[in-house]
């Protein structure tokens, strides 16, 4: 461990998804990498196999991370209106704790191999898990009755890019932040439509 | 022309779209859009000087139009709500319009080069337009208040996110597409804010 409670392992795979967010994962080296580690790239060999491993390792633990959050969320005993919240939050709340791991899992997912189609299934879960909470939300009169994948793509797309922006908002709290969200892509903009 | 009344020129473009979408815009090499296009990589150069220039020509238009459809709805004299639509209905269209180019433009744009900083104009003074806009929503009472920069920020990425998905969903019309849309964007999704 080094003096902030990283183990070497933890701190590689910080830099790697620093340098991929940079300059992308392709044009990355493992000597780049070495480099700004500064340790030589033989060292490196000894804590991880290759790029590779490092790319899986940070998009599938994200991936994994969301499909985790997904599960709680759909099974918990609370309005869809509260569950789309939660959804705002778990992504405002990962994007917050892991910014460059985020640009890698949404620029350089289609670098994975072995495990591509792993991610691609638990993407396509997390998006149908979406459209199904969405769905339900329609049939109980929670949620207006409008197309339910353009109801999920319009708030998925506003998530997804939340790493792009975050970064330049440091006077934003997280929890102000998911608060104010989840008004805009909730209870829309539309002062007309305040009800409280 | 050639039989869809294409000038020679607009199917090049066209074609250096869809590989850049595919490829990426690095990975694409001359000899790659000549075969094609089932030309002569030389004869390539009678009609564009670069990949470079094709690059521009994409991303330049593309931008130049929304900024014209930007000051357009800027200076027209409706509310501010018909104003949004009116900004939905323009990445609608344009998307629709031209999905490749519009993916070269999220992808790509980095890779400009001398004009990079005029791009980057284009894009801050749209976005800035934009907010202007939301702002002056929040003063007339139109639009809740909420951050402005949140609010631009949530429609925005949504709506450059377009080129995505647009292509998948051949059964929506863009009238039905820009006014669903401009509904979950404006009015939200929560059933209890519908007014009408």
Not at 4 to 28: C, D, M
Not at 44 to 70: C, P, V, W
Not at 86 to 111: E, K, P, R
Not at 112 to 126: A, F, G, I
Request: proline residues 1%; glycine residues 4%; negative net charge.
């Amino acid at each position: 461990m080094n003096t902030t409670g990283q183990t070497r392992k933890e701190e590689i795979i910080k830099t790697a998804a620093k340098l991929f967010k940079e300059k992308g994962y392709s044009a990355v080296t493992m000597r780049d990498l070495a480099k700004a580690l500064n340790m030589k790239a033989a060292s490196l060999y000894n804590h991880i196999d290759s790029k590779q491993d490092l790319l899986k390792t940070i998009i599938i633990s994200l991936a994994e991370e969301f499909t985790r959050g997904m599960e709680t969320i759909k099974s918990s005993d609370v309005s869809i209106i509260d569950k789309l919240r939660a959804i705002v939050s778990l992504h405002v709340n990962i994007t917050i704790h892991n910014t460059y791991g985020m640009a890698s899992l949404n620029n350089d997912w289609m670098h994975l191999e072995d495990q591509l189609e792993y991610y691609l299934s638990l993407r396509k879960n997390y998006e149908e898990d979406f459209v199904e909470i969405i769905k339900s939300g329609i049939e109980a009169r929670e949620i207006r009755d409008s197309n339910p994948e353009i109801i999920m793509f319009s708030i998925l797309t506003t998530l997804r890019s939340l790493y792009l922006w975050l970064p330049k908002k440091d006077d934003l709290n997280r929890e102000e932040l998911a608060k104010n969200l989840g008004d805009v892509l909730i209870n829309g903009i539309n002062h007309q439509s305040i009800t409280e």
